[in-house]
């Protein structure tokens, strides 16, 4: 829970949503093997990549702005802010490998 405070609440929430519907897509990919379905996994997956590189990017310049308004600025306060901003792009990229496992999997198991 301290990661999700951490990573900043919008993005996190938003990609641990988009988690629980890649793993939900994987387990019906496993079920019903489907080129929809592998279409909707890569793009979840993709979409989660981007969005969290997206959080990222939007962190980066809120603490650049933050850090042009002060005078000086702490080193751990600067670390707490680079944090801030790779953990979206880091859960994001979790998202598409897991997506990417899946359907390696889904795609192995297809039956030709």
């Known amino acids: 829970m301290n990661l999700i405070n951490e990573g900043g ?7 641990l949503i988009l988690l629980i519907v890649t793993i939900f ?3 019906k990919g496993l079920k019903n093997n ?4 592998l279409e909707l996994i890569k793009a979840v997956s993709l979409f989660a990549l981007v969005f969290g590189f997206f959080g990222f990017i939007l962190g980066l310049i809120n603490a650049l702005d933050m ?3 002060t005078s000086e600025i702490a080193p751990g306060i600067l670390a707490g802010g680079i944090k801030r901003g790779i953990l979206p792009p880091t859960l994001g990229t979790f998202i598409f490998l897991i997506g990417r496992l899946g359907v390696i999997v889904i795609t192995w198991m297809k039956k030709e």
């Open 9 to 15: 609440p919008l993005f996190m929430v938003s990609l």
């Open 25 to 27: 897509l994987v387990a």
């Open 34 to 37: 489907t080129s929809k379905n």
């Open 67 to 69: 850090i042009s308004d």
